[in-house]
């Protein structure tokens, strides 16, 4: 049982280039979500998306899209990426509406130089 | 807007000692708080899932409660361990599953 599975684990972009982080559950979960976080802090929300086709903004959505063409899959596109962007990127699933435990992914740190 | 502040920011203790990790949060409509472990390195790993109908809840060495009405959430940790050296997130748990994160209190426990 995979989880929660984000790629890649490391990313070293250049500034203005774009990049897409994967991320795919296998347990069935309508809820999936996009945090950063970084150092020293806690997690932010990007996006989020409720079923398959439906998507939301975050608290920090600026410079990121994403999709969800799939119950399992959660894409986030980071287009002309800033050194703002240098984080770590958690994505996370959870079965239904606000009262289930999330899952989290190992994370993919992504440094823009 | 939903704020979570968790202290002490750093915690340092013998092992075997009982310990107390504090969260407060600002918005007492959380859905739930939920208590995460992260080590270095690491994704998150969800200790305990506290509804926000229950006072507490219990895994082995770990306790946590929660109490709405004064925006307070505490994780308890009997007999700590060196392997319980990780940093430690709270989150509060509102519409849709989003969580507010604090930004975790990194506790390292010396044998």
């Known amino acids: 049982n995979a989880g929660v599975t984000q790629t890649p684990k490391f990313r070293i972009l250049k500034i203005g280039q774009s990049m897409t982080l994967q991320c795919a559950q296998d347990?069935?979960?309508?809820?999936m979500y996009w945090y950063r976080q970084d150092p020293g802090m806690g997690l932010k929300l990007i996006y989020y998306?409720?079923?398959?086709?439906?998507?939301d903004k975050g608290e920090v959505p600026n410079g990121y899209n994403v999709s969800r063409s799939t119950t399992e899959d959660f894409p986030l596109r980071l287009e002309l990426a800033a050194p703002s962007q240098t984080s770590v990127y958690f994505c996370?699933?959870?079965?239904?509406?606000?009262?289930?435990?999330?899952?989290f992914g190992q994370g993919t740190r992504l440094t823009v130089v | 807007k939903q704020e979570v502040t968790q202290i002490p920011a750093a915690l340092s203790v013998p092992e075997g000692e009982n310990l107390v990790l504090n969260c407060s949060f600002t918005d007492s409509a959380i859905y739930n708080l939920q208590w995460f472990r992260q080590d270095p390195g690491k994704g998150l790993t969800s200790l305990l899932l506290i509804q926000s109908s229950q006072r507490e809840q219990t895994s082995g060495r770990l306790n946590a409660s929660l109490d709405k009405s004064s925006g307070r959430s505490t994780l308890y940790i009997a007999a700590s361990q060196p392997g319980d050296s990780a940093t430690y997130l709270c989150a509060g748990g509102t519409s849709y599953g989003k969580l507010t994160f604090g930004q975790g209190t990194i506790l390292t426990v010396h044998p």
């Open positions: 996370a699933s959870s079965y239904g509406q606000g009262h289930t435990e999330a899952f």
């Open positions: 347990m069935n979960h309508n809820y």
């Open positions: 998306s409720v079923g398959a086709g439906i998507t």
